[in-house]
């Protein structure tokens, strides 16, 4: 159905730059996560460069750490960019330290006795020894004596996001996770719950859809980006009645209103509208109005199954549309056994959070609780990775509903940070890293036609 064509609606030469210019921004983005990324592990490719090919016999932190040290050298134009990262470096890690020292330090030290002068050369420690950027140090907590000497077992979003998860990805156009209409339709054909897409709209106009409905039902509504990710540009639309609906910030609008809206949207992205989804009664008192969800991570096993390694449970305090961890979001660790949550914190940036057991808003208890059909999340997650057959990682979205769990996403290169945060422990010596180590080996041995020596 395309829309009445409006000033507002028309592609025009302005609404064409904005388009140019956002992909332009997207892009730019992308790059900058890349450098920082180069600059913040050149240590560990530094300290490790000389031991050579990393051997599977290693532990799997060790194995990681080294893995990344060896691809760093062997990217496009490597000594180059390291270069360009060595003379960055400094510069970067000074300014980090005086950003997150100046956001944190005096609260720290009320709380942990580590001085502020104290916790700047522990970061610049951290930085120059293991790779790990002040960033982490806090979130981390690795002001503390037990954890900073655990430090060379954490593993980072630059040797997991990036070589790691590179090398594992599966083969171009074997599926396509991030696209969240094709993951809706796999997963309906697959018999894996997942959330439907009602619309889809694309260049202002709402785009023919399998499995969509003519007119926006009358009931709660999910606005995302068909690409969108982390909780951004999200917005909730809630049913009020005489075909009307109100977002989060309290505009109104009718159906076609609604519809005129989120195709003037789709000018620049491509936008889809989903149920808005509601959670188990058990868990109303501790979501601030927002879906709360379980992030799981499962990980192929030296049998090629799928295995359940880590789960992490997430609840929004600071607005009612997204529990998205990175958005300012509660997080803690659940017991994969049992489904048991403990004590819970932010991502570690914003002291005055801190850990709690009670919900900051509510005052609800939620520590030793135990979640909504526990056994059903993990079978889900499990019966949603079988249906991805090259996909040798994959960190799920769950919610847990009054009817049962369902599958909101998959995550092809799942961030490990929610889950040390949430369990204040590094994985480097945990399951995960069992299986990460495993399968990279076995693909750099594959891709060499000999295992690494």
Not at 79 to 107: C, D, E, Q, S, Y
Not at 136 to 147: G, Q, V
């Amino acid at each position: 159905m395309s829309v009445p064509p409006s000033p507002d609606d028309r592609l025009s030469l302005a609404d064409r730059f904005a388009t140019l210019r956002g992909a332009a921004w997207k892009a730019l983005l992308r790059q900058a996560e890349a450098l920082a990324y180069l600059v913040a592990g050149l240590p560990m490719a530094l300290w490790r460069a000389f031991r050579g090919k990393p051997a599977a016999s290693l532990p799997p932190a060790e194995y990681l750490h080294r893995y990344y040290a060896w691809t760093y050298w062997r990217l496009p134009w490597g000594p180059l960019k390291a270069a360009v990262a060595a003379v960055m470096w400094p510069v970067a890690l000074i300014a980090a330290i005086w950003l997150f020292t100046g956001r944190n330090g005096k609260a720290i030290a009320a709380r942990s006795g580590v001085s502020v002068a104290a916790q700047a050369l522990g970061q610049a420690d951290m930085a120059a020894r293991h790779a790990i950027a002040p960033f982490w140090y806090y979130m981390f907590e690795l002001y503390l004596p037990e954890r900073g000497r655990q430090a060379g077992l954490y593993l980072t979003a630059h040797e997991t996001i990036g070589p790691a998860y590179a090398l594992l990805q599966p083969p171009e156009g074997a599926d396509f996770l991030d696209d969240k209409i094709w993951f809706a339709e796999h997963c309906h054909a697959a018999g894996v719950r997942a959330v439907p897409v009602f619309m889809h709209f694309s260049k202002g106009e709402r785009r023919p859809l399998k499995g969509g409905v003519d007119q926006l039902p009358e009931a709660d509504l999910f606005v995302k980006p068909r690409s969108g990710a982390g909780g951004h540009r999200m917005e909730r639309w809630d049913f009020i009645g005489g075909g009307r609906y109100r977002d989060a910030h309290g505009t109104v609008l009718d159906g076609a209103a609604l519809v005129q809206k989120l195709a003037r949207q789709s000018l620049k992205d491509d936008f889809l509208v989903q149920p808005r989804l509601k959670n188990h009664p058990a868990l109303d008192d501790i979501a601030n109005g927002a879906l709360a969800t379980v992030r799981l991570l499962t990980c192929r096993d030296g049998q090629g199954r799928p295995e359940a390694a880590n789960a992490a449970f997430r609840m929004a305090i600071g607005n009612s549309v997204v529990d998205n961890f990175h958005q300012g979001g509660l997080a803690t660790a659940v017991n994969l056994a049992t489904g048991e949550i403990g004590i819970a914190s932010d991502i570690g940036v914003r002291p005055e959070v801190g850990w709690r057991d009670t919900h900051p808003v509510s005052g609800a208890r939620f520590a030793g609780r135990i979640l909504p059909h526990w056994p059903e999340v993990v079978a889900l997650a499990i019966k949603a990775h079988e249906a991805f057959p090259q996909r040798v990682v994959v960190g799920w979205d769950v919610a847990m509903l009054e009817d049962g769990a369902m599958i909101i996403e998959g995550n092809g290169k799942p961030d490990l940070d929610i889950h040390q945060r949430a369990e204040r422990r590094p994985l480097g010596g945990a399951r995960i890293a069992e299986l990460l180590a495993h399968n990279v080996a076995r693909r750099a041995g594959n891709q060499s036609k000999s295992r690494p020596d």
